[in-house]
């Protein structure tokens, strides 16, 4: 069958994408967006594009019988899911065949049995795929789940069996933990996935992430593609992933391949796929299945020189798969980068705003990823994800060179994101000998801090925002006048601390203290109106003018405020209480994870301004406290 017209029903850099290997493959595509995204970069991109009214901008992607309308009104051939969204739902998927569309992803049986992840371990113990020890009945009995907690032992963890990306997934450590994870694992589950059924298994304790890309036609051909290093992660959420993996023997990976094609034959697959496992040492355990593209593909098209989106296509089509097992090849390493809006030094809680300012590093072997531009808005309604930076190099050492310099000289400007959290991570020797776990960012054994401004730091900033360029010496900034040799006063703002220096800039050197400091040639740095950004041995500086204040400078700090708009979904203490540094204030959700807002230090609640089910908006007093 031929696919002339695709309806790609997603947004952002995966439509994008999408629609780079219809033009490849000359194939129409059709986009749909939400009010708020009249001008996204996926809309203009596409041959046509339709707006999809709902209450809210996710349910437009939710709208599955909208979405089809759309399609066969404009008589599309196929529909391409993309991830998230409506990419795993049979619903979806039946629909679409009801429809007498072609539904571009997995098997409706395989997206029913692998949409449980207690159905999933149990066909894979079954095709004799090595599993995490656990439990994955329907019973859900609270005191039923925490005697078979006990059973399994501590740490543990608590999994939505319908989730993914981190969502409702919890540890626990000891017994006591137990009922306050589960009951917040399971609200999480019910608003991500719509299902509160939980499985629980053991933790490991220095576990990597490591992922194998599958493929497979409707002519029983099963191939795979190598495997993917995500084990660099926050919160259950990939940030860095890289191919091949090095962190294991060639052995161990040979038996990994055969494990994922024997899990790729046992549910009749069809399509893209990826078998994900959690290893330690060469040991590896079977996770789960993700029946969709993943949005770390790119790093294997990179090693293996292929489209996978293409590969799709074609599969969908019909066709067989284009290459056999022995003709793919894994050559040279590669690695992504994810850049999010999130302020990485504060949890990683997501950011919102205008961006000012978005310049990518673009150069041979690098590919970037990405659904916005400058005056987009990162808003509340979508996942913080801004874009991905992709490299290519023929060993890892040059490859992870080679994605420093790319990020160290990416600059997106109006909102907080995690470009220097990414660099400060990828310089680190823990990154570079392979002792990244998937556990490590989150218990803190690898920490990356906000960077210390120095004298030299300054004198560099100095140099790079005060050049002179003045062609006369009475115009310059070298410190000469007619009554003798002067320095100017400089002043910055950077994360609430007041910066001030005296200096006289003098060639390629600053003077400060009577002492001159060289300037570093391979800085790199963008100034707009309100703050400057320099780049120096991977470390962000970034640092706002002096008239220009951050949020959380105008923030009372005895204070709860709210870091983005959201809605309580719980208040855990009531006027009166004494409640100590760290303890648990109030739950709440935002850009689909569950926060907890914390008492900054030991104190009295003296007012509560908001209640359960609340939806309130960015910077709003929540509660009001007193110091104890």
Not at 155 to 168: E, N, R, T, V, Y
Not at 263 to 273: I, L, R
Not at 291 to 309: G, P
């Amino acid at each position: 069958m031929k696919i002339k017209k695709i309806l790609i029903a997603n947004r952002g850099e995966i439509a994008c994408r999408i629609i780079q290997s219809c033009n490849t493959l000359g194939i129409e595509s059709v986009a749909i967006y939400t009010e708020i995204e009249r001008n996204a970069m996926h809309v203009q991109m596409a041959n046509s594009a339709f707006l999809i009214k709902a209450k809210t901008p996710i349910a437009s992607y939710l709208d599955a019988d909208s979405i089809i309308r759309i399609a066969i009104e404009n008589e599309v051939d196929a529909i391409h899911p993309g991830y998230g969204f409506l990419s795993e739902r049979s619903e979806f998927a039946k629909k679409i065949a009801t429809a007498g569309l072609i539904f571009i992803g997995a098997p409706i049986a395989a997206l029913d049995l692998m949409g449980s992840k207690a159905a999933a371990k149990k066909t894979m113990i079954e095709a004799g795929v090595p599993c995490v020890p656990g439990f994955h009945g329907e019973q859900q009995n609270s005191d039923l789940l925490q005697n078979k907690a006990d059973e399994i032992g501590y740490p543990l963890l608590i999994k939505a069996s319908a989730g993914g990306g981190g969502k409702g997934m919890k540890i626990v450590n000891k017994p006591s933990e137990f009922y306050d994870a589960l009951h917040s694992a399971k609200r999480e589950a019910l608003k991500s996935f719509g299902d509160d059924h939980v499985i629980l298994e053991r933790f490991i304790t220095k576990p990597k992430h490591i992922e194998v890309q599958v493929f497979a036609d409707s002519q029983g051909n099963v191939v795979h593609l190598f495997e993917r290093d995500c084990s660099s992660q926050r919160r259950y959420q990939k940030i860095i992933e890289e191919a091949p993996a090095t962190c294991i023997n060639q052995e161990s990976k040979d038996k990994m391949y055969a494990a994922a094609i024997a899990a790729t034959q046992a549910v009749n697959y069809q399509g893209a796929g990826t078998i994900e496992f959690i290893v330690e040492g060469n040991e590896f355990f079977f996770m789960e299945m993700n029946t969709r593209l993943q949005v770390e593909h790119r790093v294997t098209e990179m090693i293996t020189n292929t489209d996978l989106v293409e590969w799709q296509i074609r599969v969908a089509a019909g066709e067989k798969l284009p290459l056999r097992q022995e003709d793919i090849q894994c050559k040279g390493h590669a690695i992504q980068a994810r850049i999010y809006a999130e302020d990485s030094f504060n949890d990683f809680l997501p950011a919102t705003g205008l961006l000012e300012e978005v310049v990518f590093c673009r150069d041979i072997n690098s590919i970037i990823d990405t659904g916005i531009e400058k005056s987009n808005i990162i808003s509340i309604h979508f996942d913080p994800m801004i874009a991905k930076t992709v490299c290519w190099a023929e060993n890892r050492q040059k490859c992870i060179e080679k994605v420093l310099h790319n990020l160290n000289h990416t600059f997106i400007v109006g909102v907080k994101t995690n470009l220097g959290f990414l660099t400060g991570l990828i310089a680190k020797e823990e990154f570079k000998n392979n002792c990244i776990f998937t556990n490590s960012l989150d218990n803190k054994s690898i920490k990356i801090g906000l960077p210390k401004v120095n004298t030299a730091i300054i004198a560099n900033l100095i140099y790079t925002t005060n050049k002179n360029t003045a062609t006369s010496a009475w115009s310059g900034n070298s410190g000469w006048s007619n009554s003798g040799t002067y320095s100017s006063t400089y002043k910055w703002k950077y994360f609430g601390q007041e910066i001030e220096c005296k200096a006289i800039i003098s060639d390629e050197k600053v003077l400060i203290d009577n002492k001159f400091i060289e300037i570093d040639p391979l800085i790199s740095f963008i100034e707009t109106s309100n703050e400057i950004q320099l780049v120096c041995n991977h470390q962000r500086y970034i640092v706002d003018k002096i008239n220009h204040q951050s949020l959380g400078e105008r923030q009372n700090k005895s204070d709860i405020i709210s870091p983005m708009p959201g809605k309580i979904l719980d208040v855990k203490i009531k006027v009166g209480d004494l409640v100590k540094k760290n303890q648990t204030i109030l739950i709440m959700e935002a850009m689909k994870m569950e926060l907890s807002l914390k008492a900054p230090d030991n104190v009295k609640i003296v007012e509560i301004f908001v209640a359960k089910n609340d939806v309130i908006s960015a910077d709003t007093l929540l509660i009001k406290l007193k110091m104890s």
